[in-house]
């Protein structure tokens, strides 16, 4: 019943909020694109399907409530190049648990498109490509480069309130910049993660849940609305080879309307989904397949003792393939351990 009502409660706040944008503010409807391509070499390589698990340091994007079961500090960092090498992502986290029953974690996200060239014509008054006594003198030159970055700061806390529940929440600072403008905004994430059965975890995490605002020093302000992200996985134990799978499918709810930029369109609502499926063999060696919005996924990762290793692919027809890895580190020395 509990569980019920917290749903109930963080589905409202974030339909109320997304009713109250308006005035001179702009619903940006990609405005926080670049926080929704996900973290971590993982869950990348299981198609984003993440929110149902969320069970190492990277939940602080995907779920904030399942870093409240985490025993160990943990440092992660994930780099990428996209789009044939040109847009760089790179992202980093630490965990550190406050109790027994809570952690507090900060993640930071980095995209952007480095060194982009700003051309200019060396005479105005001439056309492009004009020639002078046999010469092209008109073609254009390189006058400085800039840079487009976009930055996302979470500050995440988590608590487990009962054997079965447990909630998190995050505040994130969003900065972007542009050449010589920039912008800022301030937002709130909240997220649930309940156990279903022994084996089966629901999470729900409202990302942007009050409807997070960038303000540009052009006067121009947008609004990034929330996002619901809804998964559920299931672990399956095989004690007989001693290996575990896990099926795990999330699902995207969106009111940007952003018709056949989603899977699915229904008039304001958008949704979009992530299919996700890992074998770990004897807590060494896991595969990983995904479909990640209809895009194919596979990785790949190795356990040792105090650090995972994590590759992920993803294919894209338009846009050209995209690989990542990623490096989790868990800090387990015994005085390290969670305080009472």
Known sequence: MKFK????????????????????????????????????????????????????????????????????PELVGMYAERFAKLVNYNYGAMMIPASRRSSVALSVIRLAVDDIPVTALRRDDLELGAIYDGNKINTPYVVRTINDAEWAFYLSYAKRVSSRLAWGSNVKVVTKQIGDNSAWGLGFDLALLYKLYRNMNIGVNVQDITTTLL??????????????????????????????????IDFDLRFENR?????????????????????EFKHVVAVRLGSDVGHFTAGAGLRLPNLNIDYAFMSHDELGDTHRISLLLMIKEERLKRRP
């Open 215 to 248: 303000a540009w020093d052009t006067g121009r302000k947008e609004a990034i609305t929330p996002t619901m992200k809804f998964g559920t996985a299931y672990y399956f134990d095989i004690s007989a080879i001693n290996s575990r799978l896990i099926p795990a």
């Open 259 to 279: 018709r056949t930029a989603s899977q699915f369109n229904a008039g304001r609502f958008s949704f979009d989904s992530h299919l996700g499926l890992e074998y």
């Open 5 to 72: 009502t917290c749903v109930i409660v963080i589905l409202l706040m974030g339909l109320c909020h997304h009713q109250a944008v308006a005035g001179d503010i702009v619903a940006g409807k990609y405005a926080g694109e670049f926080m929704a391509t996900g973290v971590g070499a993982r869950a990348l390589g299981m198609g984003g399907a993440y929110v149902g698990i969320g069970d190492d340091v990277t939940a602080g994007y995907w779920n904030p409530a399942g870093l409240a079961d985490l025993q160990y």
